[in-house]
């Protein structure tokens, strides 16, 4: 077991785990603003962390993604970071926030998916901190002892005050209800994607449970338990509260536990696509490669430069005897080469093409 | 007052055509759809099965019909996006009648009716009854070609009915009528299969029949071999192991030259010619003169091959000889039907298994349409409209006076040519788009600017209809009962999958009431197809074509009954000819004599270059359903000038550069597309397109003096390099233009 | 994969030289419900100046498919039965590796969806027991969908071959290119 690990990750991973917990120490202001009751959180959170890095790095090690990762940081750096910046920033808003990507194959696909990644995400932003105790919130010590003014609510990050509210105000009903808001964009999400996944033909053929359906199925469990902890409290007065927080909390930590193995990986893969684009883009400056076939351009030259040595290092060797590469072909080259190769055999061999 | 109410761009905005794709996520119900409903593709003469899923009355997508014994779940492009003609944009749901300056204006039913019925009356009152023109077309069902016979002679009582299998298979119609005295395709494709030598001449199979090539690949999967006929290397003459790239228009001097060949060295079936056949000898005498060497002059083909293909012809066991409108398309083209069959007889390998001979009927319903009735000079079972007998027959099946049936009118170019002289002033028009499909459309366009009244019938508005006064909205394919005989002479099923959506109405159901407000209600008391189909049985009884003994639950059993079926208990007739008794008066197949003479125009110092027209794989007739599914525009978006390396660079053309092509009827501009799989000689355009993208504005109104098809194949074109690239294909709009 | 029914002795055979270039294929492959509207097969001319010759070209399924080596994104599998199946979409990058790196030059960049989608031989018609619909409709049966019994049968001149070679590169794959009786790998260099 501990052979088959790969030792880099390993490194790797426990070094961010163990800066994690520093900044959990020191955000808290020394565990002074940390909740105990989150503590089992806590764990899982971490525990992500640690997978989720380690993941990432055995990832990385893998020739074609460490190619990429590779030339994206060297162009980055290279020459107008100001101008990648610009760059990296449309391209996360568009595609990591608002996913456009998607759209072009379904509007209801895009919605269901941009309800259930807001949500997500929206749900990550205030958890962690939370959990962490990097934010807290506090009564205004002078309005809490002064009984004629209005209360006021304290929120806190890293321990540093950011904003004060009024309590029973719309903010304040905002902010205490902000995870509930999260829980109904995801299960309506969630509802829309289980529909599709449930009827239709080509997803059901290809679907499988634990890389489809179990995501979807955790995804509406935290969400519905969460929402069963505030409206318990809300319309029962508490009744079964004990029961819900631990469903809760173990369908949570199961979620968090699962990141670094399951489709939610994705989530942490994504950004990648910018760095194919940043690659695509500053391959363009530097040339593109023209099909010794059809005679024309379809892929920039350090594209095909790049694979030719990913493809050494994976152990493919299309090299051909006259010191070019099958790879110099684009696709309709390749099936075009394919089919006059065919052609000749068939044609040597008494010319019958039939039979 | 047949003119464009307004612009032809205002009238594309509304009625289209527009392209017609898929929802991207595909349609709502396709998994679960409530109906399978096993019918046939609405396209080409092959009528491959197919099945269409039915979803709360819309045709959602198909499914392979694998146990159809022609196409055993086989598709082309065209039968594959099939379904996408349904649930359309541009689909009329009402009828619509023309307003100057505004357009086409919904109106009810009875207004659209009463108008159609007063407007025709007033005509013929006028002008007399056959001023009054009818032009049918044969993606018609069995039932409805029948029906347009009918009504136009018993409701209407005009002569002037004619349809657009004349621009089709009408060559070879009268070529296999004089020569068999029967029409009809001598066995069934599966006879294909262990052909030795198969000669295909012109007919472009791998684009317009693509479904086929599969038993001609069986039979070479058997070692037969593929002797090609056309101008250019088609798919199909590609692998085949001899291509004869004949000039366009010397067809006939190739069949004879090859009957030469054959008599000079004896390999001639002398027993059949002596026992089964008349006429050799004339025949014979009639190309004496045609050797090798002059064929190679006339033709343009190399006599080495041509001698190769007489030895292949001459000495094979069994064969199988297809054409199609690569030779019929001419103004000889019965001389060159007549001349392939001449080859067939003088072999003898004619009635036995592996051993056929026919046209390959390129409308859906071509075959079945061409038999019963909805041409000028027939009336049903391929009966003669001018012989008493066939006219005492039909007038009692339909219970009129035999006095009271119009003789035989004009053929359809011929029609057009009356109403641009003024004579005929009405027309009814139904599953026709001459606008694109007649040569010389601009010609087309005048005389359709001349009619006093014209209304038609279609799903979608086409490029003709836009100059009706009343269109009447009918019903596709899938809306339908019936059935057709597809090429190989099978009659099959038809099946509705869905109704008419909207105010739209079934072909048949409109027929009908403009019927009984002619005063005919009591001829056309008809409860349903079958019922059209029961009384058709009874008229074509004891005609060539006789389908007295196919019944609907037969042909629903046997998955299609071959024709002729005389007798309830006849199994159908698969292949013809296994008695050697031939459908003549004397019983014995005919040859004809058929000397060469050249096409009606040829090319001179203004216009020195032969252009000939065709078809591409994603297209089907004139478009007026294919232009608007959007797959299979995307597939061919624009029609292209195809020409050979050597007569670009004479012009100076590049590759992708504008030509601005001119015959003596039109002139405009196409793309260039270099290619050397076309003779050097030769340009060639597919003609699909309307408008400025059309190809038959260029054609001649050339007909045969037989069977009056006109001649598409060929004529003579100047060509100038504009020395400007072509925008992409992709923005050109062509399947819209004007 | 969820249970199937996957016909595990039914075969792809392909002969590009049967083809005609009618892109019924193309047309079927859209109707498959595994891959929306967007078709996954290939048709192109080879070289239309000098020849009308096409060719059609599926996924080859290989043995050890380049396409999944060089995903960065681990978004290409191969499964039991060998299929290889398309990106999967919540992990796919579009950086297109697998598109210039087939020796077969199947996959393909759809640039809307930044997605590589390819042929999964129609996983959801065979993993039901049925053919693909690009082998179904094929009016030449350039693409055959069947036992080697009846690819046998059908064209005894002919071997199925799974073997090719691209310079230094020897490729098996799933599919097989019909050849001349007795070949056993096609060379393409």
Known sequence: MIASLNKKALIIATLVSALVIAMVFYGSRELQNFDPALIGYLFGTVFAFFGVVYRYSVWLQRPPTWMYFKRTWQFFFKGKVFAHLLFFGKEFVQNIGFQKFIYPRGRTRWIGHFLMAIGCTLAFAITFPLTFGWIHFTMNAETSLNPESIRMYEAHFFGFKIFEFKLGSFIAFLTFHALNWCSWLVIIGVLIFMRRRLTQAGLIATQTFEGDLLPLILLLAISITGLGLSYDYEFMKGMAYDFMAVTHAVTVIMFLIWIPFGKFFHIIQRPAQIGAHIYKREGMKRGMATCPHTGKEFATQLHIDDLKIVTKELGFDFRLEDGSSHLDLSPEGKRSRLAMAHLKARQENGGKLFG | MARLPVSPEKLIEQFGPHRNYPPQEGFVGRDEPDEIVNTHCCFC???????????????????????????????????????????????????????????????????????????????????????????????????????????????????????????????????????????????????????????ISGANVSETFPTLTHWIWRARDYGAKLIVVDPRVIPLARTADLHLAIRPGTDSALYGAMLKYLADHDMLDHDFIENYTTGFEQTLEAVKDYTLEWAEEVTGIEKQKIELASQWWGKAATSFLLHARGIEHHSKGVDNVVGCINLVLATGRIGKPYCGYGTITGQGNGQGGREHGHKCDQLPGNRDITNPEHRKYIADVWGIDEKDMPGKGLTAYELIEAIHRGEVKGLLSICFNPLVSLPNNNYVREALEKLEFYVC???????????????????????????????????????????????????????????????????????????????????????????????????????????????????????????????????????????????GEVTDEEYPVVMTTGRVVSQYLSGTQTRRIGKLVDLYPEPKLEIHPELAAKYGIGQDEMVRVSTRRGSDEFPANIVETIRKDTVFLPYHWPGKKSANQFTPGTLDPVSKIPEFKVCACKLEPLGIKSPPSTDSQAFASV | MPETNYQTNQEFFVDMQRCIGCKACEMACAECETNGHDSMIHVNYVDRAVTIQTTVQVCMHCDDPVCANVCPADAISKDEF????????????????????????????????????????????????????????????????????????????????????????????????????????????
């Not at chain 2, 621009?167 to 070879?172: F, G, I, N, P, T």
């Open chain 2, 45 to 199: 003469g092959m009528q491959c099965g197919i099945k269409l899923l039915v979803k709360k009355n819309h045709v959602v997508g198909f499914e392979p019909w694998m146990e159809f014994p022609f196409n055993e779940g086989r598709l082309c492009p065209k039968g594959v996006q099939r379904y996408m003609q349904n649930n359309h944009p541009d689909r009329l749901l009402q009828p619509i009648q023309r307003q100057e300056g505004v357009g086409f204006q919904n109106t009810s039913w009875d207004e659209a009716m009463e108008k159609t019925v007063s407007e025709i009356k007033r005509i013929q009152a006028s002008y007399g009854n056959d001023a009054f023109s009818i032009l049918s077309g044969v993606s018609l069902s069995n039932e409805k070609s029948y029906l347009m016979g009918k009504f136009a002679r018993v409701a209407v009582k005009t002569a002037n009915l004619d349809y657009n299998g004349r621009l089709c298979m009408v060559s070879a119609g009268a070529g296999n009528k004089k020569a068999f005295g029967l029409d009809r395709i001598s066995n069934n494709f599966q006879d294909l299969e262990r052909a030795e030598v198969i000669m």
């Open chain 2, 457 to 599: 019938i279609d799903f979608f508005m086409n490029e003709t209809s836009r100059h009706a006064d009343i269109i009447l909205p009918g019903s596709l394919h899938e809306e339908e009962e019936g059935t057709v005989t597809t090429a190989e002479g099978r009659v099959v099923r038809i099946k509705r999958a869905v109704d008419p959506p909207g105010q739209a109405r079934t072909d048949t159901s409109i027929i009908l009431e403009l019927a009984k407000r002619l005063g005919a209600e009591d001829k056309f008391t008809y409860n349903s197809s079958e019922d059209i189909f029961n009384e058709l049985r009874v008229a074509s009884k004891g005609g060539t074509a006789d389908y007295f003994g196919i019944t609907y639950k037969k042909i629903e059993d046997n998955m299609g009954v071959f024709w002729p079926c005389p007798t309830l208990d006849h199994p159908g007739t698969p292949r013809l000819w296994e008695d050697k008794k031939f459908a003549t008066a004397d019983g014995k197949a005919h040859f004809n004599a058929a000397a060469y003479r050249p096409p």
């Open chain 3, 82 to 189: 060998g299929v290889v199946h398309t990106a999967n979409t919540a992990r796919c990058i579009g950086c297109s590796n697998c598109v210039m790196a087939c020796p077969f030059g199947v996959p393909k960049k759809n640039e809307a969806y930044d997605l590589m989608m390819k042929c999964n031989m129609c996983y959801d018609r065979t993993s039901a027991g049925k053919k693909p619909m690009c082998a179904t409709v094929c009016p030449t049966q350039a693409l055959f969908y069947g036992t080697r019994e009846e690819i046998a049968r059908m064209r005894p001149n002919s071997s199925p071959v799974n073997n090719f070679i691209f310079g230094n590169e020897k490729v098996s794959t799933k599919v097989n290119i019909m050849m001349p009786k007795g070949t056993t790998v096609l060379r393409v260099d």
